[in-house]
């Protein structure tokens, strides 16, 4: 409507101005955003984005206060300045982005000045700005015309004649202040409020004219916000009733058909409206040509004032021409109001929309996050949990490679223990029946060919003790091939002697409380099967011992009667090789070349006694290695040993070695178990060099079985394997903590000897007087038990 007007004026739309006044709030924004819209036609329009910024007086301090410009350092005011200056690029770039994206210039510019309204008329009247447009806020629309408080009625006061005002409030066009002085003011309607001079009529109207004028301007005042279509006929009924009167004035002289303007609503819709108003305005046309008519030819010459009355009548109908034009301008201007709200509903509509939309996708990839972050969480908790295992077995394996040394260590310092110490200590006959309450039947643990077996309390150390029964010849002789052995020898798997009594043929061995291996293969009195990692453990022990006994110098050992009935097994399943009576010390040969000796009585049980050695009578290391392959079948069968060997033989043949095994020693792991029983054959070979050597091919094997069963005893959560014998305290029978030794040679914990000390002068284990009271703290073994404590926990 705007440039439509511009071109009826003849201005030129290539070179226009438009001035938009800005402060940085959202009513600047739709002024801009309004001007935007109605002022770019196919020409170069240049807007200019005017801030008037106060002038620079005060500056403010840390303490919330102000203190005049001219009374502070000059590097302090020119900081200031430029934090202003920034704070103002800051507050006029989105204007200025605004523009740029409709591709318009743009040029902002700030004043200093105290006061708005003189500022922004004389940044107009210097370049000659034909359009200025300001935002105001809602409460001013409804005003019947601007206060003289307001800025904007100061601004539209103050601007030169040549420039329009345009007063915006929501991107809504409330107000125009034309050079012409025509006010278009309502709440997207236009009222008049102003009398139009027209060339052919006087500047003075009638008072009629001009209490029509006012009850026009009055009525197209909207105090209130009425709805559009009562606003319009309220205008039209004003119309109505200022026409009727201006023909009711003249009565006969003005021979007039009286245009009937209707208030029916259905005049305001688009198209009706339109077509009306045109009418209307063809209409008052036609009357005032057919008046003019009438004048000249008859009326005239009648009554002479006349024309004075035609003149009135010109005036009117001219002035009711103006109001018609205006009230179709208000009629437009509804029209596109009424459009901005229909689009900027459905832009509201398509934000909506669009804002559920991103709601969703927001909501969605929430969940995917989640999702994601519970699974990262549990990858990382698998990998914690797989590195914790990891540093777990690494540290197994690192104690378990130094279990050999310190075996070795521990060894060592046992052998140099023993060296200092007497080879036994000796009871007396009262000492033991008193330790066996005369032989209390009650306290008889087993008895054999060889003597029985006592359970005895020597000092509060629990003990075995044997009553050898047999000849007096073959029984001394025994006895002290006992003493001999037992009494210079030390090995973890060797049942300990602790002492005798010579002249009754009386042994004290330490007293083990899971009696033998026969009975625990047996299941006697009902006790529970050995698991299938005790026997491989079992197995590994036995070897180990055997091995030492033919390494044993200056002399080998054969021990000759091996069998499940001499292997002893303590409290904690640590097994033990017991009666070496019928042990057999070698000479002095070259052992590494000579591994038999001649003997012809042979000894044993019929079962695991060399063939060879019942054929020819000859005795060696191999002997013991074929009462282990028997043991070895025992220990994964759990049955008699008679014919044993062609049982689990035929089962490897026919693949069903898992039918032979003892079931009660749980599920045995079928490879490791077949290599177990491959190797007990080869050792139950009836020629002697067809069996394996004991400590170059059968201890490895055994050795390996073994730790993997330690291996899978732990990652089951079994506790590990039992606690080894020289761990635990004499007199305690505990682990000890703080391992010393005494200097009757034994090692004792030290709170525990030191408290035996303060009562008693003689050792706990040979009942002899202690040379002093001296203490050696046993590193290596300090140093083993803190690697199995390690280990199985």
Excluded at 292 to 315: C, E, R
Excluded at 394 to 414: F, G, H, I, N, Y
């Amino acid at each position: 409507m705007e440039i439509e007007e511009m071109k009826e004026r003849g201005e030129s739309l290539s070179n226009l101005t438009v001035a938009v006044a800005v402060n940085g709030t959202k009513n600047s924004k739709y002024a801009l955003k309004w001007a935007l819209e109605k002022f770019i036609p196919e020409g170069r329009i240049f807007f200019r984005l005017i801030y008037v910024q106060p002038k620079i007086t005060m500056v403010p301090t840390p303490m919330g206060n102000y203190i005049p410009i001219s009374k502070v350092r000059d590097d302090i005011a020119s900081a200031y300045r430029k934090d202003v200056e920034t704070q103002t690029t800051s507050m006029l770039q989105p204007y200025k982005k605004m523009c740029n994206q409709r591709k318009v210039e743009a040029e902002a510019v700030v004043i200093e000045a105290d006061d708005v309204a003189e500022a922004i008329s004389a940044e107009i009247d210097k370049f000659t700005v034909s359009k200025l447009v300001i935002g105001v806020s809602s409460r001013n629309i409804f005003s019947r015309k601007l206060k003289g408080s307001k800025m904007s009625s100061r601004i539209s006061g103050c601007i030169p004649n040549f420039c329009t005002l345009y007063v915006v409030s929501k991107g809504v066009l409330s107000f125009v202040h034309a050079p012409s002085s025509c006010e278009i003011h309502n709440k997207g309607l236009e009222s008049t409020s102003s009398i139009v001079s027209c060339n052919s009529l006087s500047c003075s109207s009638s008072g009629k004219s001009e209490g029509m004028n006012s009850e026009i301007s009055s009525n197209f005042s909207l105090t209130q916000s009425p709805s559009l279509s009562s606003q319009r006929n309220q205008a039209l009924k004003v119309i109505n009733q200022n026409f009727g009167d201006v023909i009711a004035r003249f009565g006969d002289n003005l021979h007039v058909r009286t245009p009937s303007v209707s208030t029916d609503d259905n005049l305001m819709s688009s198209s009706s409206n339109t077509s009306e108003m045109e009418h209307i305005n063809s209409t008052q046309t036609d009357t005032c040509s057919w008046n003019s008519g009438q004048a000249s030819t008859s009326d005239i010459a009648k009554n002479p004032s006349f024309l004075q009355s035609d003149v009135n009548v010109d005036f009117e109908l001219e002035r009711l021409r103006i109001e018609l034009r205006h009230i179709q301008q208000m009629y437009e201007v509804a029209q596109d109001e009424s459009t901005d709200a229909s689009h900027e509903l459905k832009e509201l509509k398509a934000q909506h929309e669009e804002k559920a939309v991103r709601l969703n996708e927001i909501k969605l990839r929430e969940e995917k996050v989640r999702e994601m972050a519970r699974v990262e969480r549990e990858r990382r908790e698998a990998a914690e949990r797989e590195a914790q295992y990891v540093r777990e077995c690494v540290k197994k394996e690192s104690l378990q490679r130094k279990d050999a040394e310190d075996s070795a260590a521990r060894e060592s310092a046992d052998k140099k223990r023993l060296e200092r110490a007497e080879q036994y200590k000796k009871y007396t006959w009262e000492e033991i029946e008193a330790a066996t309450l005369l032989f209390s039947d009650d306290l008889k643990i087993g008895s054999g060919a060889n003597g029985t077996v006592y359970k005895a309390n020597f000092h509060h150390t629990i003990a075995a003790v044997k009553i050898l029964t047999s000849d007096e010849v073959r029984g001394m002789k025994q006895f002290k091939q006992e003493l001999e052995i037992l009494g210079r020898i030390r090995h973890p798997h060797l049942l300990l002697l602790i002492g005798a009594c010579p002249d009754h043929g009386c042994l004290v061995y330490e007293y083990m409380e899971n009696g033998s291996l026969e009975d625990r293969l047996q299941c006697k009195n009902n006790t529970s099967p050995l698991p299938w990692y005790y026997r491989y453990r079992i197995a590994w022990e036995i070897a180990s011992a055997l091995v030492f006994l033919h390494s044993s110098k200056p002399d080998p050992i054969v021990h000759r009667d091996l069998k499940p009935a001499n292997i002893l097994l303590d409290k904690n399943f640590v097994s033990k090789i017991g009666d070496v009576g019928l042990s057999t010390i070698l000479p002095d040969l070259n052992f590494s070349k000579s591994t038999m000796y001649k003997d012809t009585a042979p000894v044993g049980t019929f079962f695991y006694i060399d063939p060879e050695y019942q054929r020819t009578g000859q005795v060696s290391p191999k002997s013991d290695t074929y009462a282990l392959g028997v043991i070895i079948l025992q220990l994964i069968t759990g049955k008699s040993p008679m014919g044993l060997a062609y049982r689990v033989e035929m089962a490897l043949e026919v693949d069903s070695l898992v039918d032979v095994l003892d079931s009660g020693a749980g599920k045995w792991p079928i490879e490791e178990t077949r290599e177990l029983a491959v190797l007990g054959l080869n050792c139950v070979e009836l020629r002697r060099k067809d069996r394996p050597e004991l400590k170059d091919s059968v201890l490895p094997i055994l050795e390996r079985l073994k730790d993997f069963a330690d291996k899978v005893q732990n990652s089951v959560g079994h506790m590990s394997p039992g606690i080894p014998g020289h761990f635990i305290c004499p007199i305690l029978q505990e682990v000890m903590e703080d391992p010393c030794v005494a200097s009757d040679g034994y090692t004792y914990e030290r709170r525990a000897i030191e408290r035996w000390c303060r009562m008693n002068d003689k050792s706990p284990l040979t009942n002899m007087k202690l040379p002093n009271t001296n203490l050696i703290t046993n590193q290596s073994l300090l140093s083993a038990i803190k690697d199995w404590k390690a280990r199985t926990q």
